[in-house]
Structure formats: C-alpha cells, structure tokens
C-alpha cells in the first residue's frame, strides 16, 4: 500500500468513526439533521457519477430520487407488515425502470440538450405524480409507517433515530465504496474518457452510447437507493421531490463540494444544509440572500469547491 | 435641581477630589457593563422568582419564501395580531407569548426539518401556522411523535380531519364538505340545475370537486361535465375553449394566480356571461378584484370571510378586527389591502389556543393531554377574539363549523347575498384518531 493510499484509508476511517459516534453524542435535532445529509449526500453522490466522471449534467435526478421514495411508499402501504427489504427493491425498481427509459432517450443528445432532456423527463414524471390522486396522492403525497430492521430468523427491530442513522451510514457507506470502485474500473476510465473527449473515445472504439445508459441507470439507482432511505426516515413521499428545483439544488451540492471526487457532494450538501440551518436562526425569511451571496463567492474563488480547494491546497 | 447633584459628597469624591483615574473609570464602566450583561442573562429560575414569568413559546411555521410566500405572509399577520393583542392584555395565565417563526420555503421537506427544530431545540409549547396542506399533512406525524398540539392557521386539505386525522391537530375553520353542504342549496335552487365544473387539477381541486358533485346530486342538480386544469396554467384557453354544451351555471374551483387567469380568460371566451359564474370564494378574494375589474362582475362564491362591514358582518369586533387587519397588512404591502380569510383564520387559531390553554391552565407541553380536551368539542361565541362569528371545535375529528357567507361581486366589491349558519354547514365526522 502506498504512502497516499494508507492516508486516504485512514482519513476514511477515521470519518467514518466520527459518523457512528455522532448520533451517541449529538442532540436529537443534530442526530436526525446529520442523516438527513447522509441522504442528500448519496443523491448528490450518484449524481456526481455523471456531471463529474461523464461530463452529463443531469437535471432529472429528482424523478429517480422520486421515484425511488415512491417505490417505497408503494411496498409499505400494500404489504402487510411493512417490510424493509421490499420498500428498497421496489425503490430501486422504480427508480431504475425510470432511469431505463430517460437514458434510452436522452444519451442520444449532448451538452445542453442532454441536460434540457432530462429536465422535460422530470417534470413529465412530476406532473404524472401531482394529477393522479388516486394512485400517487397528488399535491399531498403518500404517508406510511416506517418498517422495521428484520433479517428473518436473525434480529427484527423498530428502528430507533440512533440505528435509522447507522442504517443510512451502512447503505451511504457501502454505496460510496461501490461507486468508487465503479469510478475506478476500466468502465469508470471510459467514462472519464467520454468526459475528456467524447469523439476520440468513440474513435478507438468505444460504443459510447451504450457506456452513457449504463452511466445515467447506475447514477438514477443510486438516487433511487436515496429516495427509498428518505423515504424511511421521513415516513412520507411528495411530488415535491420529483420538482426538478431538487435536482438544481443537487448539482448546487456538487459545485460546492467538488466534481468528480465523489466525497465533494457529500461535504457540499452538508455545507449547504448548515449555511441554511445556521442563517435561517438568524435571518428568517431573508437567509437565503447569505446563503446565495457565499454559493455566488465559492463559483468564483473556489471553482473547484470544497474538496478540490482542500486537495490543491494539500499538494501545494 | 438638575445640577446640584455635583455638589453632593459622592460626585464630589468621583469627579472632583482628583480621585477619578483612567484605571478607576474604566473599572466603574466594566463593572456597569457586566451587571447589565448579567441582568440580560439572568436564568429564567431567578427572572420567573423576581416575578418576570416565563414565556409561553408558540411556533409559527409559514412559508415566507418561495411559491406560497405572499399568502404565508399573510397569513403571519393574522397570527402576530393575535399574540400581540393577548400579550397586551397581560398574556396567558400570567405568562406572556413569545413567537418562534419558521420560514418553511414552501416544501414539504423543511418544513419537516423546521418542525422538528421547534419541536426539539426551541421546545415550544404550541404551534401554529402551515398554509401548503401537503406540508401539513407532512409535518402532522412529528407533531403526533412529539405530542405536541398543532393548531392549523390555512391548510384546507379534507382529509387532515378525515382519514389523515390526528389527536394532536385542530382545524378551527371550515373545509370543502362543509362549504359544499352550505352553498349547494344556493347553486341549485337559485342558480340552476345544471353545473359544469372547471377546477385546479390536484389534491384540493379534485377533492373540493368531488364534495360539490355529492351534494348537487343530492339535491336533484347535475353536474354535466368536468374540466382539470393543472395547478400555474398560464393560458387556460385551451381547456376552456372546450368547455360548452347545455348547462346553467359555469362553478369554478380556482385560488390565488390560477383564480385570476380562470376568471379573466373564461370572461374573454364569453363563459361567465353566457353562462352564471359561480365559486369557491378564493376565486374573488379582495387582492384579485384590482386585477379583474369588471370580469368578476356577478361572480357569486362563498367564504367563511368576506371583507365587508354589512350585516352581520357590523359588529364592534369585526370592526376592530378589520381596522388593525388592515393597518398590519399595510405595513407589508403599501398598497393596503384588505384582510383575507388567512389573515382571519390565523387570528382566531391562536385565539382558541388561547383560550384551551386558559380553560385547561396548561403549563407546557406535559399538559398537552389537558389542552386537547380543553380545545376538544369547544364551542366559541362572537367576539374580538372571533370577529368572523360563533363556531363549534367538533371532538369526534377536531374540524371546526361556523357560519358561511354567500356573496356577490357588484361594482368591484363583495355585497353579502346570505349567511348560512354554522348548523347548516355540518357534515358527519369521517375520523379515527390513531390510538398510538
């Protein structure tokens, strides 16, 4: 192992150990708040899989984050007992069978009309889910209980904010470590490739198209595995997460976290949800002025946001 | 007299014995300065002993920022008239009210994180507000977890007192089935028989629809077509270039931007005078009649609050209402608008807050179980803490009934056409409080 590597494992340990310590330590509002960024930061995560290893910026993660939360919802309240493990297939199902279709159409395009694509596709599933009442709940949303931790024949147990947490961080955990392998594979280096430059990839080769959907279907699970853990820990879905605002504020993460480097969206969530938490004490209505004043001067003087500003600063 | 104070023994010994050195200046000024700092920080044990009571903490969630933020903020006034007013006459059980304002943006998703703040971190006692129903109806089970009473300020969703009710929620104003049961016998039996039905194509629109089909069906009308539009439409024309066929009346389900561009575009395409145009009572609110002008001519609606100082409306405390309503709501907006159904509903929320909290001497939140039966069945007569008139906080599912108000616009303004007494709003109680 070498002397970088060894570094990095045990920066990640040692985050990793602050994460599981923190909801013993932490107030009940922190507890819960500290979660809730572990989800954004998956979402932000899987998104990071196209805008900073393929160069696609997608405004359509909502509808797999979406999606994902429905599936759930779906599972939880036509199961009886609400059962963990089905609320996640079916999320990822959802979510995925979702990712399926906008890959389909929209890989063929790129640039801009990529990123205008996705954002059509996400508010065609937005309306879908807000007029059909009957199915999605409309503008109310679906509310349902929260299943329980059950590995049959093993343990069964409601969860407490203190194992919902360990929960999330074993599922955000695991979904980093996969990504990161993902990012690093020879599939992972093409994508990087596609990124540098789509058409000399395409000239060696690659069938680039076909690396894009498998790109765009891996990014939308994630968000969809991200969809279902909301969904577990807030108890209900709404249209308003399928709204493409949500995906605007996912590609905000990434810009102040750092594209491409997988960990950047997670610390650019968890900076944008304190700057707003800690404004907001302060400023009622008017916080998000601050807020969009420090985003505004990050774009300028830290383009390559948080996690990228820290590295060069490291290599210096 | 002023002046002789420089003669006494103890200015002379400071400021002209020769006494009074920088270090013994800055001491003096150290010294004020941290007895006015400690008196600032006192603890609220040693506040509470020396008789400053402690306050009661009320949260007020609104959304003040995003899509909803002019209606959350109106809203607001409602709710800051009222905690001023009960502070000014010496608050609560002898504790006065202090606000907690959370500004939700108009998603669901903050506004469960803002709840859960006041909930937990600032420890509220009450709470108060929420306008979007689909952010009530997100943020009820945190108000179920933390048993905390939740008094609804707008949220006009049905099934909050229906199938999604909860124990610790109150609606104290009316919603769809009651306002249906109310205005059907005016739309069928002074307006015509049949209706089409144009209306906002989402949760509320949908439900509202249905509550108004029911009931003109029972009482012999019809209801002969239906058009959804989706919510921020910008041009209706479309679906309303459709709308025609053998009907009487022309009823629209419709509020804030939509409500403008329904009335405006159905009054181009000739709807509204070949047909009667009647509504729910959003559509003609007194912010939008600027704007209208002459298109909601003879628009009939119906509302549990109509702007206007007529019978019975003339009361002294609707009167005072209406004045400090409309000074608060200028300090917002200089145009001066007149107050509105929010502004009202949150005023008497905090009101019946205040009083279940006074009938049930409720301490704080392990009273909470008192306040409930305290609010629970609660009857609530005319008065400067109900200017819109006596209502009924229903038990069996916590849905308040009071009078309505059926009005037509004449010369840009609301003219009172009938009031239906709250006896007569009254639908049967479709709840099952959650025994958890």
């Known amino acids: 192992m070498t002397r970088s590597a060894a570094g990095y494992w045990i920066g990640f340990a040692v985050v990793l150990a602050l994460l599981v310590v923190a909801p013993l330590v932490l107030p009940e509002f922190w507890r819960r708040f500290v979660t809730e960024i572990l989800i954004w930061g998956l979402l932000a995560m899987s998104l990071d899989l196209l805008i900073g290893y393929t160069g696609m910026v997608s405004f359509g993660h909502s509808a797999f984050f979406g999606l994902g939360m429905y599936g759930a919802a779906a599972a939880l309240l036509t199961v009886r007992p609400p059962n963990l493990w089905l609320a996640i297939l079916y999320g990822l199902v959802g979510a995925g069978a979702v990712a399926v279709f906008v890959a389909y159409f929209s890989t063929r395009l790129r640039d801009i009309y990529f990123a205008i694509t996705t954002l059509v596709f996400s508010q065609i599933f937005y309306v879908i889910i807000f007029t059909w009442t009957e199915v999605t709940g409309g503008e109310n949303g679906l509310g349902f209980s929260q299943p329980a931790f059950a590995i049959p024949g093993v343990v069964s147990a409601r969860f407490t904010p203190v194992t919902l947490h360990w929960f999330v961080l074993a599922v955000v955990t695991v979904s980093y470590l996969g990504l990161r392998r993902i990012t690093q594979s020879p599939f992972g280096m093409v994508l990087q490739s596609i990124r540098e430059n789509e058409p000399r990839t395409r000239a060696i080769g690659y069938h680039v198209e076909r690396y894009k959907i498998v790109a765009v279907m891996l990014s939308g699970l994630f968000a969809g595995l991200a969809g279902v853990l909301y969904a577990l820990q807030n108890k209900f879905a709404a249209p308003d997460f399928v709204f493409f605002l949500v995906s605007g504020e996912v590609v905000v993460f990434n810009v102040m976290g750092g594209m491409g480097t997988l960990v950047g969206p997670v610390a650019g969530a968890a900076f944008f949800f304190l700057l707003r938490e800690l404004f907001s004490r302060f400023f009622t209505e008017y916080y998000l002025i601050p807020v969009g004043i420090i985003f505004t001067l990050m774009v300028i003087f830290v383009p390559q946001g948080l996690l990228g500003f820290l590295r060069r600063r490291l290599n210096q | ?436």
């Open chain 2, 1 to 436: 007299m002023a002046e002789r104070w420089q003669g006494e023994p103890w200015a002379k010994d400071i400021w002209c014995s020769g006494k009074t050195t920088r270090r013994r200046f800055l001491g003096l000024s150290a010294a004020t300065a941290g007895a006015l700092g400690a008196t600032m920080l006192v603890p609220a044990p040693w506040r509470e002993a020396f008789g400053q009571a402690k306050p009661y903490k009320i949260g007020i969630m609104q959304p003040l920022t995003g899509v909803a933020a002019a209606g959350g903020k109106t809203a607001l006034v409602g709710s800051m008239m009222a905690v001023d007013r009960i502070n000014k006459a010496g608050g609560v059980n002898g504790r006065p009210l202090e606000a907690v304002i959370a500004d939700y943006e108009s998603k669901p998703d903050v506004g469960r994180r803002k709840v859960e703040k006041l909930l937990v971190e600032d420890k509220v006692d009450v709470a108060e507000g929420g306008y979007l129903s689909n952010v009530c109806l997100a943020c009820m089970p945190v108000f179920d977890e933390h048993r905390t009473v939740f008094m609804v300020g707008v949220c006009l969703d049905t099934t909050i007192t229906t199938t999604k009710c909860s124990r610790y929620v109150f609606r104290p104003f009316d919603y769809a089935p009651a306002q249906a049961v109310a205005f059907a016998h005016y739309l069928v039996n002074k307006m015509g028989k049949k209706w089409h039905i144009a209306y906002l194509d989402y949760a509320w629109g949908q439900s509202t629809r249905d509550a108004y089909v029911e009931q003109i069906k029972k009482l012999g009308g019809e209801v002969v077509g239906g058009t959804g539009i989706p919510l921020g439409t910008a041009d209706m024309t479309p679906f309303l270039s459709k709308v025609s066929g053998n009907f009487d009346g022309f009823f629209g389900i419709f509020f804030g931007a939509n409500a403008v561009v329904l009335a405006t575009q159905a009054y181009d395409l000739g709807l509204t005078r070949k047909y009667k145009f009647a509504g729910d009572g959003a559509i003609a609110e007194s912010t939008h009649l600027p704007a209208l002008g002459h298109k909601i001519e003879g628009f009939v609606g119906i509302n549990r609050y109509v702007p206007v100082l007529d019978p019975p409306l003339n009361t002294p405390h609707h009167r005072k209402f209406f004045d400090e309503a409309v000074a608060a709501l200028k300090k917002i907006d200089p145009s001066g608008p007149l107050p509105d159904r929010y502004v009202q509903s949150n005023f008497e929320a905090m009101n019946f807050l205040k009083l279940g909290m006074q009938r049930s001497g409720f301490r704080g939140r392990d009273d909470t179980m008192k306040l409930i039966e305290a609010l629970e069945g609660m009857d609530v007569k005319e008065s400067d803490d109900f200017p819109q008139g006596d209502k009924t906080l229903r038990k069996e599912d916590h849905q308040a009934f009071l009078r309505e108000f059926i009005f037509e616009i004449k010369d840009n303004k609301h003219r009172l056409v009938e009031v239906i007494p709250k006896e007569k709003t009254v639908v049967p109680p479709a709840c099952t409080f959650s025994k958890a």
